[in-house]
């Protein structure tokens, strides 16, 4: 969970002094949930290939998931974890290891949307030979 606090707080930090931005919780809260999802469900389309590959992925097992996701995320950040709790802890990290966190955040976020794109990819190409999906 950790990572998703310092993601939640970068990309909140982004939102508030860089673009100015009024409303940065509901933002980040969404891209938080998007990286989140982005994960599950690059999991479970793995597991789908490997395991099951005629099983049915229903559209609405995504739709609640994400609804779920973002009701979870918004009491998390807004109630126990919010932005001012999170800057205490990482407001006086060395600029190095600021540096590298981001780094690590930036990579993470391209990481995950490069492997679920990846997986639609191989998905798009077993149906292609036979195997079906229906997503």
């Known amino acids: 969970m950790e990572l998703f606090d310092y993601c939640y707080y970068r990309i909140y930090a982004f939102y508030k002094y860089s673009t100015k931005e009024r409303t940065p919780d509901i933002l980040t809260n969404c891209a938080i949930t998007l990286l989140q999802?982005?994960?599950?469900?690059?999991?479970?389309?793995?597991?789908?290939?490997?395991?099951?590959?005629?099983?049915?992925?229903?559209?609405?097992?995504?739709?609640?998931?994400?609804?779920?996701?973002?009701?979870?995320?918004?009491?998390?950040?807004?109630?126990?974890?919010?932005?001012?709790?999170?800057?205490?802890?990482?407001?006086?990290?060395?600029?190095?290891?600021?540096?590298q966190n981001v780094f690590f955040v930036m990579a993470y976020i391209i990481s995950s949307v490069a492997v679920f794109l990846s997986i639609l990819i191989n998905l798009d190409t077993l149906e292609y030979y036979g195997y079906y999906f229906r997503l």
């Open 37 to 99: 999802m982005l994960n599950f469900s690059s999991l479970v389309f793995f597991l789908a290939i490997i395991l099951v590959p005629d099983y049915p992925i229903k559209n609405w097992y995504g739709v609640v998931l994400t609804l779920c996701l973002l009701v979870i995320n918004h009491y998390r950040y807004k109630n126990n974890h919010s932005f001012y709790f999170l800057e205490k802890k990482w407001k006086h990290e060395p600029r190095k290891k600021e540096i």
